[in-house]
């Protein structure tokens, strides 16, 4: 909603890949967005949030093509690599990188200069996009398993949001969510509700899960998804 935008800077956006619902944002959204920033002089700060991870669809252009001196693009490699690394990376308008710069020498103590070269050797050398493409597979593989299995043991529960990202949306018949969880609790599984992310001012209309499927070793993943299964209505 633009009208909320009104005195606003920055705003930050998820275009690619929208926590938790799984969805791409509207080309007329982005569009929106873009026409926001040009008129007001904002600036978008655009986190490609599981952008390397899409399995049915096409890349979604990033918003940092439509307007390079009002978008700043944002990515990591805590997914595609580990979070450990504590690494990502900024796409900057031209008048903003001697500031960024600066600030990020003043600020980050944590990310060593190995680390950086090597990942942008890694990057440039053509490694990294394979390494992708190898994740990008095994974990289309978990999503094609979860779907499959729910398909078989749930057959009443819609999953959405999987055509990209780690994660999926399942829907529960009305009332269930609580209920659900706390069963999945005793199987030893840690599940998110949907409700967790509403606004506390948004009415509730959906009883639904969040649920992660990239965590899992592999030799706990048919485990996991087995419990998972039991405790679905």
């Known amino acids: ?3 909320g935008l009104r005195g ?5 956006l998820t275009p690619a890949h929208q926590f938790p619902t799984g969805v791409p944002l509207h080309p007329d ?3 929106a967005a873009v026409d926001w920033a040009r008129s007001t002089g904002g600036l978008i700060l655009e986190d490609d949030y599981d ?12 918003l940092q093509g439509l307007d390079p001196e009002r978008v700043v693009y944002l990515g990591t490699a805590s997914k595609s690599l580990a979070p450990g690394l504590r690494l990502g990376w900024m796409v900057l308008p031209r008048h903003l990188v001697g500031e960024v710069v600066a600030a990020k020498g003043m600020a980050d103590r944590v990310s060593g200069s190995p680390d950086q070269l090597t990942l942008a ?8 996009d394979r390494h992708v493409r190898s994740m990008r597979l095994r974990y289309r593989r978990r999503r094609d398993q979860l779907v499959a299995a729910l398909a078989d043991r749930a057959p009443g529960i819609e999953v959405s949001g999987i055509a990209a990202g780690l994660h999926a949306v399942l829907e529960l018949p009305a009332g269930a969510e609580r209920s659900v969880i706390q069963a999945a609790a005793f199987q030893g599984l840690a599940l998110e509700g949907l409700s967790r992310y509403r606004h506390p001012d948004a009415p509730a209309t959906r009883d639904a899960l969040v649920i992660g499927y990239g965590s ?3 030799s706990a993943w ?3 998804l087995d419990a998972l ?3 679905l209505p």
């Open 1 to 3: 909603d633009l009208a």
């Open 8 to 12: 606003a800077g920055a705003v930050l």
């Open 29 to 31: 959204r982005r569009a």
């Open 51 to 62: 952008g390397e991870f899409r399995y049915d669809r096409q890349p979604v252009g990033a």
């Open 121 to 128: 050797e890694f990057i440039a050398s053509g490694a990294y």
């Open 216 to 218: 899992p070793s592999e």
């Open 222 to 224: 048919a485990g996991a």
């Open 229 to 231: 299964c039991r405790v």
